[in-house]
């Protein structure tokens, strides 16, 4: 059986995942900064070779969070939270503001 082509539509991105999803501007924006903070805390375990007991430790929180956070459960972890997480681990989190569009 011969399978007729398929036209494939690409979307441009808007450089924003969760945006692209469908979520509200806002909320797209919270889970852009929560993945970002949660992308570095785990960049943070990988260079530092912590386990996850180690990581706790370092971050001053348990392992089931550690856990939570390795999983990629971003609703489990509010900015605030993931940015004192880093600050307890040494790591200085800059902030840019760019003028909205």
């Known amino acids: 059986?011969?399978?007729?082509?398929?036209?494939?539509?690409?979307?441009?991105?808007?450089?924003?995942?969760?945006?692209d999803?469908?979520?509200?501007?806002?909320?797209?924006?919270?889970l852009r900064l929560r993945a970002q903070l949660m992308g570095a805390i785990r960049d943070v375990m990988?260079?530092?070779?912590?386990?996850?007991?180690?990581?706790?430790?370092l971050f001053g929180c348990t392992q089931p969070r550690i856990s939570d956070l390795?999983?990629?459960k971003i609703e489990l972890f509010s900015i605030d939270?993931?940015?004192?997480?880093?600050?307890?681990?040494?790591?200085h989190v800059g902030l840019t503001i760019d003028a909205a569009a």
């Open 1 to 19: 059986m011969r399978r007729g082509k398929t036209a494939n539509k690409i979307t441009r991105s808007s450089s924003n995942v969760f945006a």
């Open 21 to 30: 999803l469908g979520f509200s501007p806002d909320e797209a924006e919270h």
């Open 46 to 57: 990988q260079r530092r070779e912590l386990t996850q007991t180690q990581a706790a430790e």
């Open 70 to 72: 390795v999983r990629g």
């Open 81 to 91: 939270i993931l940015v004192s997480m880093l600050a307890q681990a040494g790591v």
